[in-house]
C-alpha cells in the first residue's frame, strides 16, 4: 500500500469511528442502548494473504462465527455461531447442505509426524454436531459427527458412518459406512438401523430449514426486531383483557 493508499485507510477509519460515536451519543440522547449490540468489529470472513474463502450466496454463516483463509462453503450449507472454519496453512473443503454446530472448529495439518499434508474434507448433507473438533480429516456425505467428539489428522468417516457424541477418533482411522464408533479411544460400537441412517439425512433437512429463519432474523435490524417485540406483547395484554 502506497502512502495515498495509507492516507486514504486512515481518513476512511476516523470517519467510521467518528460515525460509530455520533451514534453512540445519539442513542443515549434517545435513552435506548441498541448501539452497544449492533456495532461490532468481528469478521465473519477473513483473508489470509492471497487465500479468500468463498461462501455459496444462499449458506447461512451466523454473525459471530469466523472462516478464515482457503474455506470453501456449498450451497444450503450452514456454519452455526462461535465456530471457527481456519483454513490458513490447507484447505477446507464444505459441501451442499451440510451444517456445522454452534462452537465448533475445523483446522487443517500443513504437516504431521507421518509428514502428511492434510485438508479437511466434509461432504454433502454432513451434521457436525456442537462443540466438535475436526482436524485435517475427511467427512463423506451423510455421515454424522456427534456433539465433543474429536477427528484427528487422517481420519475418514465413510458415507453413513456415525461418530458418537464425545468420541475421539485417533489418527488414521477409517470409520466404515453403516457403522457407530465411539468412546475415547474410538471403537467399534455396533451397526447402524435403517432408521438411523434415514436420521441423517433428515438431520441435515432440518438444519437447512432452520438455517433459512435464523438468516431470515439476523437479516432484520436490531431496532425493528424490538419494535416487533413490544407489539407482540401488546398484543398478549389485550388478548388477556379479552379472555
Known sequence: MGTLGRAAYTVGFWIRETGQAMDRLGSRLQGNNFFKEQLSRHRTLMNVCDKVPAVAKDAFVAPSASIIGDVQVGAGSSIWYGCVLR??????????GTNIQDHSLVHVAKSNLPGKVLPTVIGDNVTV???????GCTVEDEAFVGMKATLLDGVVVEKHGMVAAGALVRQDTRIPSG???GGNPARFLRKLTNEEIAFISESAANYNSLAQVHATQNAKPLDKTEFLKVLQKKANVAQTLLQ
Open 129 to 135: 454436531g456442537h462443540s466438535a473438533v475436526l482436524h
Open 87 to 96: 483454513g490458513d496453512v490447507n484447505s477446507i473443503s464444505i459441501g451442499s
Open 179 to 181: 457403522e457407530v464408533w
